[in-house]
């Protein structure tokens, strides 16, 4: 056990010197000094046995009397939680020996260092235009269905660009930033089109258009606005294929025909591979939405597939690529995909819009590089605030909790997005959040608590995602805990908060994370955590010109201070100066007292905990290299982090040594260990990105290929 992560001292039985103290509350109790200044116990500090027992104060005194008559308190049922939170006491396996614990928080905690942030001018893109659709020709019911249906009248800046651009015909690659229209830039001269298409579109014909999209929800996302725009032409048929839904009714589906497809490609190979019907004679439109995270995916191959069998039936076809940020991927998928493309940004200062790739080559010297392109920046909404806090790690939890509560608890309007690394730490903070802070909802006799939590991510069952999603899309006000399986694309108004609790490994993650808020030109906010050893990633942002403000983790932590949950033994009719910053830790101190309770309170909470621990150190060993000076295994202090997961001390058994190998092997076992962790890493990040982003492609074939490259490693051993 680290010293600085808990005393346990049994009260039963103390070791000689120790008096007991069974009601003393000392995971924070806080002690008076002479000064009258509240004080913490810690358990680094001195020899335990040599400290001097403090005599129970008359109120623990009362409750201990209370706890052993189990009288009720004066009109209140006995509920556990509605003790003070600062009782933190456990028993051991034979149940008669309760401990207390010591949480210390704020002791030995890397300095939090100041962040010289330089300002920096973001790239800038202007959301709307005064134009109206009726002026772009288009069929007059398209034209009021946007009016009536979706409610919209003047173009966006990216559609006033785009629109006349596609219903020429011609190829597109299209920059733009989140929550600027690009659903309907492809979407309304893609029914224009085919409105018009002679003969007559029969549903039987089978595609005419494909678009194709990284996740489930986006799928869903894109087919509820593809159906809207299709309300007047009812002979186009929409339909969406995707994991996780059944297979054997997409196949009826398809059988009866589908004329715009919408689709994961790993679920669209499936099909090409399985059910024969599938053809693609008639295809017109190929669309990549969010172009280069399909390739991130490792979709690659599967878009190549898909490339491959449209080619096969039809040659001729209009391409489109559309993503707020351009990477190198997106250009090699051009390269493949797209016909002498345009080439179209809305960004200021970028290229100029409607630029034929010809001449994007031309400006830049030799190829449009999509590295360049990332280098200049990417477009962050105008109206997004961003912001950036510190913490040590044992205080992450406390933090984020504080911040939920804050926002969610004490103001009003707010819908917030938490985005984490893996769908194990989704999971554990989601029961962690609803047991502990949302715990009042189980307390009828207390005013409903406003905290909902939901979750999403890769792991779970299709129908549960498509239900949170739409549960989520409706509500007001509810926290979403997520991995990056809700970071694309996805259109969920009012949210007005995003929280990034584990930094993203890309800079396109980072932009389209926050611009899950500050859609279409409303306002947002998002909130970066970072560690002290982390700080260095706000220059990097910066280089990438976003610019974030920096919040104070004790101005965070404040808003415990409007929370009567965390008076404690303090309750009463004490007033507390809101800034008392002694105040602010003895409440941080109780609820992170209260996750720890939690977390130990039976063996299985506490291998929930360490599995979302073990998951979290994994993803951290995934960022790229050009981000490992940052995020680096090696600077994470196992402790702290453990504490951060409500777990009283580092696992003995979690597998660290994979993360720190022992310096003392000779240089070939060094290599062929390298090796076989390499294979394996790999191999789990695939499986993160495939269970994550999972939509039914067939892995089996690769992983026996794998398999047998590992079990060549393991017999050289
Ligand atoms: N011309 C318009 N006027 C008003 N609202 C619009 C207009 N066009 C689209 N919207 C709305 O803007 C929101 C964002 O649109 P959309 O999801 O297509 O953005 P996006 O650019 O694809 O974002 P992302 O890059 O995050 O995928 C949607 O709610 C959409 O209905």
């Excluded at 010289?116 to 973001?122: G, L, M």
């Excluded at 449009?368 to 806090?389: C, D, I, K, T, Y």
């Amino acid at each position: 056990m680290e010293c600085d992560e808990g005393l346990f001292i049994n009260v039963r039985q103390p070791p000689s010197g120790l008096q007991p103290r069974t009601q003393q509350r000392t995971a924070s109790k806080p002690q008076h000094g002479k000064s009258g200044q509240i004080k913490f116990e810690c358990s680094q500090e001195g020899n335990p046995l040599k400290r001097k027992p403090a005599p129970p104060s008359p109120q623990t005194r009362r409750l201990q009397k209370k706890a052993k008559s189990g009288i009720k308190e004066a009109g209140l049922p006995k509920f556990p939680s509605q003790k003070p939170l600062t009782d933190a006491k456990d028993s051991d396996a034979s149940g008669n020996r309760p401990f207390v614990k010591t949480s210390c928080l704020f002791k030995n905690n890397p300095e939090i260092p100041d962040i010289q942030r330089t300002s920096v001018k973001q790239v800038q893109e202007k959301v709307f235009t005064s134009d109206s659709f009726d002026q772009l020709g288009l069929h007059p019911h398209l034209v009021s269905t946007l009016i009536s249906v979706l409610k919209i009248s003047s173009m966006t800046s990216v559609q006033k660009q785009t629109i006349p651009i596609l219903l020429q015909g011609k190829d597109a690659l299209v920059r733009s930033q989140t929550g600027s229209g690009k659903t309907l830039a492809y979407g309304i001269p893609l029914v224009q089109a085919l409105q018009r298409a002679e003969p007559k579109i029969k549903r039987g014909d089978g595609p005419y258009a494909l678009v194709l999209v990284p996740t489930r929800e986006l799928a869903l996302q894109s087919f509820e606005t593809v159906q809207k725009l299709l309300k007047p032409f009812t002979w186009i048929v929409p339909g969406v294929l995707m994991g996780g839904e059944k297979k054997k009714s997409e196949k009826a589906r398809l059988r009866k025909g589908i004329n715009i497809l919408i689709a994961t490609p790993g679920r669209l190979v499936d099909h090409i591979n399985s059910t024969k019907c599938i053809h693609f004679r008639h295809i017109q439109w190929l669309i990549l939405d969010e172009a280069d995270r399909i390739l991130d995916l490792g979709f690659e191959k599967a878009v190549t597939a898909i490339l491959n069998a449209i080619n096969a039936d039809s040659e001729k076809r209009q391409n489109v690529l559309l993503s707020a940020t351009l990477t190198e991927g997106v250009s090699r998928l051009a390269d493949i995909s797209l016909h002498d493309p345009v080439y179209i940004s809305i960004a200021e200062g970028s290229l100029g819009s409607n630029t034929s790739k010809a001449e994007a080559c031309a400006k830049e010297d030799g190829g449009v590089s999509a590295v360049s392109l990332e280098e200049r920046g990417f477009a962050v909404p105008e109206n997004l605030q961003q912001n950036v806090v510190v913490v040590p790690s044992k205080l992450r939890l406390v933090t984020l909790a504080a911040f939920i509560l804050g926002k969610l608890k004490f103001e009003k309007c707010n819908k917030m997005i938490v985005f984490f690394s893996s769908c194990e730490q989704v999971e554990f903070h989601h029961t962690l959040f609803h047991k502990v802070l949302a715990a009042d909802l189980e307390q009828p006799w207390l005013p409903p608590s406003p905290l909902t939590f939901a979750r999403l991510h890769g792991d779970m069952k299709q129908e549960e995602r498509t239900s949170v999603f739409q549960d989520f899309l409706q509500s007001k006000t509810s926290i979403l805990l997520c991995t990056d399986v809700a970071a694309r694309g996805l259109d969920l108004p009012q949210v007005t908060w995003i929280v990034q609790y584990n930094p993203p490994a890309s800079l396109a993650e980072y932009v389209h994370r926050v611009g899950r808020t500050a859609r279409i030109g409303s306002h947002g906010n998002s909130l970066l955590i970072l560690a002290p050893s982390e700080a260095e990633y706000v220059n990097f942002l910066a280089s990438c010109k976003i610019n974030v403000s920096e919040m104070k983790m004790e101005s965070v932590l404040s808003s415990l201070m409007k929370d009567d949950r965390f008076k404690g033994s303090q309750r009463g009719n004490k007033k507390f100066h809101s800034d008392d910053p002694q105040e602010v830790r003895r409440r941080a101190t109780i609820l992170q007292t209260e996750f720890e309770n939690y977390v130990h309170s039976n063996a299985e909470t506490v291998q929930r905990a360490k599995k979302a621990l073990q998951s979290f150190i994994r993803s951290y060993a995934t960022y790229p290299a050009s981000l490992k000076h940052i995020f680096h295994v090696k600077s994470l202090h196992l402790g702290h982090v453990a504490k951060s997961f409500g777990l009283r001390d580092a696992p003995k058994n979690l597998s660290a040594t994979s993360a720190f190998p022992k310096q003392a092997k000779n240089q070939k076992q060094k290599r062929r260990e390298f090796l076989l962790k390499k294979t394996r890493g790999k191999r789990r990040l695939a499986e993160i990105l495939q269970s994550e982003y999972s939509s039914g492609l067939d892995m089996v074939a690769s992983k026996v290929k794998r398999k047998k490259k590992l079990a060549s490693l393991e017999t050289e051993r």
